[in-house]
């Protein structure tokens, strides 16, 4: 019997199925066989594509590293791209571009709305509105004339709450007009008050008056045009010597005609109005000084303790009154005061404030806006302000004076200064003179900038920086030698705090010393012009600061004048006889000092006094920039100068 072949997969799936039914056997009810179920003939493979043509595509480089900082540099300022303007700012910028040229030298062109505080262009700006009847019942009560004068007498004592009552609409300018009385500096009109109330000289009609809120200031659209006449013979001489001088030298002849003095006619309009104030002196209630050349804290010792009814003091943006002197203004409103009156005047104070020359392209003499300063101060200013600060708070909360609220002018300084979170800072103080915060809680706000208002982060901020002097000095007081105050440590430079341990040397606090930076600063001559005003004031050995009669004797016998020619002789060298190059107007034109190389340093611009725009800054971008200095290669750093071996 011949074997059988052995059964293998191949034949089983070549066999033909047949059903169960079509099988005798199975149907005989045998057992079925376990066997795989047959499976279905796999499709059809396609065939192959061909392949894809060769192309001459270049594959992209390699980003270089100036590549990628730079797109990184890019995505974060996208990122931190400030959100579109309002509409309010899109009008403040078009109105800031019609100001180009300010502060106007002589005359006020139509775009003023104003040509002195509360005082209309009604002579370039006319009525072109249509006239809208006021039914409100506010305005029936200006009508009644009592009731319109306490009301505005009690606007008037904020100076940013009158201006907003003023811009309602045309009659609450003019209902501010009948309790203002102007005073034009400019061309030395004071309301008839320089001459005597028992003056037989003074025709009937014309005697001088003083009306409930007295301002003083320079009137747009006036200049001094018969002040500066009487000049002497010698100046005039001089100025011909110094100019046949500038024509050899430069081979230029500068045109000089369109050249006015001004500083002679300041100085006899400052000797007139303090003459003025001294015959109406018992009759002020509310006086302000607003931008008054050669207003120095002494002229205002000789003429506000006279004022025995004065109520309401303001001094905004004298140029010769900067934040140092708010503590002798304090002191000035309460001299010579009757017992239990100390209090009763009031004080608004806008300190001078700097915004540097135009910034333009291609304007080499802007250098920036510091706000306090013209120039760079070298050091924190903003902690130098809170020094002070830290005492006028103290000195306002003895007087009863508010200064922190954000109507009031001192307020309005701090918010345009470059000081970080001014409204938590002062609540801050206010809390720490009551005792209930720590030195470090103050502190952490004080230096804002550094540490966001979390005193953890003192000591953790600390660890990170290049030095060894640690953190706990600054919570730690010290007695300034200037103004012989303890004053907390966060108001020092590290220096001058050690310095005192180490070199056995008293040091000023950072307070102390922008007030002297202040007193020293030559911009806008402001230097010869504090000079001058010793000239006048100064005896020999202290200020005269109680006789006013005998200043007024002084300022003829000593020839003020001749001072302020002489100044003015230098400002028109300046302005008409320099290089073509140098020619600018010091008064009206001034220009800030270019930085030096060590200020250009990494160094330098550490210590630098830090900008008004940076004031509240998103500290992402200061965080990239030492992102961007620490990726930077070590050959790099010194190869652009930006340290010294």
Not at 318 to 332: K, M, N, Q, R, S
Request: some cysteine; proline content about 7%.
């Amino acid at each position: 019997m011949s074997k059988q072949p052995a059964l293998t997969w191949a034949a089983v799936v070549s066999k033909p199925f047949k059903p169960a039914s079509a099988n005798p056997r199975r149907a005989g009810g045998q057992r079925r066989r376990n066997l795989p179920t047959p499976l279905a003939p796999p499709p059809p493979t396609p065939p192959p594509s061909p392949p894809p043509a060769p192309t001459s595509v270049i594959p992209a480089p390699a980003e270089t590293y100036e590549e990628e900082r730079r797109r990184l540099w890019r995505e974060e300022q996208e990122r931190n791209a400030p959100p579109p303007k309002t509409e309010e700012e899109l009008v403040r910028e078009e109105v800031e571009q019609k100001l180009e040229g300010w502060p106007w030298a002589s005359t006020s062109p139509p775009i003023a709305f104003t040509l002195a505080p509360f005082l209309d262009n009604t002579d370039y700006i006319p009525e072109t509105s249509p006239k809208v009847l006021q039914d409100s019942r506010f305005f029936k009560l200006l009508d009644n004339d009592v009731v319109c004068e306490n009301l505005l007498k009690y606007i008037l004592q904020r100076h940013d709450t009158a201006t907003r009552y003023a811009l309602i609409c045309r009659r609450t300018m003019e209902s501010l007009g009948t309790q203002i009385g102007w005073w034009d500096f400019n061309q030395s009109f004071f309301q008839d008050c320089h001459k005597a109330r028992d003056d037989p000289t003074v025709r009937e009609g014309r005697e001088g008056f003083v009306s409930p809120v007295v301002i003083i200031s320079p009137i747009r659209g006036t200049f001094f045009n018969d002040i500066n006449k009487l000049r002497p013979e010698q100046s005039k001489s001089a100025m011909r010597k110094s100019r046949a001088k500038a024509e050899k030298r430069w081979r230029v002849i500068s045109s000089d005609d369109d050249y006015k003095p001004i500083y002679p006619g300041q100085l006899r309009s400052l000797a007139k109005m303090c003459l003025s104030t001294k015959n109406f002196a018992d009759y002020f209630q509310h006086i302000q000084f607003h931008r008054i050349p050669f207003l120095t804290v002494e002229i205002l010792e000789l003429i506000i303790p006279n004022m025995r009814k004065l109520k309401q003091l303001g001094v905004f943006r004298c140029p010769l009154i900067h934040v140092g002197h708010a503590l002798e203004l304090f002191e000035l409103i309460k001299r010579d005061r009757p017992v239990e009156k100390e209090r009763r005047v009031n004080l608004e104070f806008f300190p001078n404030r700097h915004t540097g020359p135009i910034s333009a392209a291609g304007n080499s003499y802007h250098t920036g806006e510091y706000g306090v300063t013209w120039d760079n101060f070298n050091g924190r200013s903003d902690l130098a302000i809170w020094a002070l600060v830290f005492k006028i708070l103290r000195q306002a909360r003895r007087y009863g004076i508010d200064i922190q609220s954000e109507d009031t002018a001192f307020r309005q300084w701090l918010d345009k200064s470059p000081c970080w979170r001014v409204g938590e800072t002062l609540q801050k103080m206010n809390e720490f003179i009551e005792h209930k915060i720590s030195e470090l809680e103050l502190i952490a706000y004080i230096d804002f900038r550094k540490y966001r208002g979390n005193s953890a982060e003192i000591s953790r901020y600390r660890q990170y920086e290049f030095n060894a002097e640690g953190w706990e000095w600054l919570a730690q007081t010290q007695e300034c030698v200037s103004c012989a105050e303890p004053t907390l440590g966060i108001f020092w430079d590290f220096g001058s705090w050690r310095s005192r341990f180490v070199n056995h040397y008293a040091d000023s606090c950072l307070g102390c010393r922008l007030v002297d930076y202040l007193n020293g600063e030559d911009d806008h001559f402001k230097l010869r012009k504090r000079s001058i005003m010793q000239d006048w004031l100064f005896d020999g050995e202290e200020w005269n600061i109680t006789n006013l009669p005998k200043a007024l004797e002084d300022f003829e016998k000593r020839d003020i004048l001749s001072n302020a020619w002489w100044l003015d002789d230098q400002r028109r060298k300046q302005y008409c006889f320099a290089h073509p190059d140098d020619r600018y107007d010091p008064e009206y034109e001034e220009r800030q000092r270019p930085w030096t190389r060590g200020e250009q340093t990494k160094l330098g611009r550490i210590i630098r006094a830090p900008f008004v725009t940076e004031a509240d800054a998103d500290l992402k971008q200061m965080k990239l920039n030492t992102y961007e200095w620490n990726r930077m290669e070590e050959t790099r750093k010194w190869a652009h100068g930006h340290g010294s071996r």
